[in-house]
Nanobody, 115 residues
Framework: QVQLVESGGGLVQPGGSLKLSCAASRGIFSFYAMGWYRQAPGKQRELVVS???????NYADSVKGRFTISRDNAKNTVYLQMNSLGIEDTGVYYCHAEVRGFNYWGQGTQVTVSS
């Protein structure tokens, strides 16, 4: 079992920045992949970015150049730095981990971009 706890969401103006954190209950160095998904109101959950243990990343086209995923194995934490936020980035952001073929999700953190 893996527990994931997100933090760092909130309200930000267009053009602003936020940094999300996802703390895992055990060593992330052994996870096949970790990443972030988001779900906007009335829409399906979509991939924002994923990162394998090898460091290979896969960003959604809509966030390339604006969002950056990083990890701190010592802290069992993955981060999502979000810059140049737009209204279209509003949604609930979920941390995801794939471990030995199983998928784990955090409870989500709300990000609202509004003036």
């Amino acid at each position: 079992q893996v527990q994931l706890v997100e933090s760092g969401g909130g309200l930000v103006q267009p053009g602003g920045s936020l940094k999300l954190s996802c703390a895992a209950s055990r060593g992330i160095f052994s996870f096949y992949a970790m990443g972030w998904y988001r779900q906007a109101p009335g829409k399906q959950r979509e991939l924002v970015v994923s990162m394998r243990t090898t460091g290979i990343t896969n960003y959604a086209d809509s966030v390339k150049g604006r969002f950056t995923i990083s990890r701190d194995n010592a802290k069992n934490t993955v981060y999502l730095q979000m810059n140049s936020l737009g209204i279209e980035d509003t949604g609930v952001y979920y941390c995801h981990a794939e471990v030995r073929g199983f998928n784990y999700w955090g409870q989500g953190t709300q990000v609202t971009v509004s003036s």
